[in-house]
């Protein structure tokens, strides 16, 4: 069985540069073009995940790297 490289995981600034660059990518498409709607889904639901990173590393200094931790995270906030 293989080691896991751990990896440092980026801090709330660079969560929010990406979460940007990402809405500005969707928001920039032409939503008539029926396959731009789909880069439009996949770029809102990357900058989504980006501005829950930020927020978990603002509000509780938690950083993920996997979606179970994260999943679970978002689940005791409701």
Known sequence: MKARAERMMPSRTPHKEQAKRFETFFQSLDKSISVNREWIVIGASYATLH????????????????????????????
């Open 51 to 78: 501005w829950l990173e930020a927020y978990f590393d603002h509000q509780r200094g938690l950083h993920f790297a996997e979606h179970v931790p994260r999943d679970n995270a978002m689940w005791r906030l409701g």
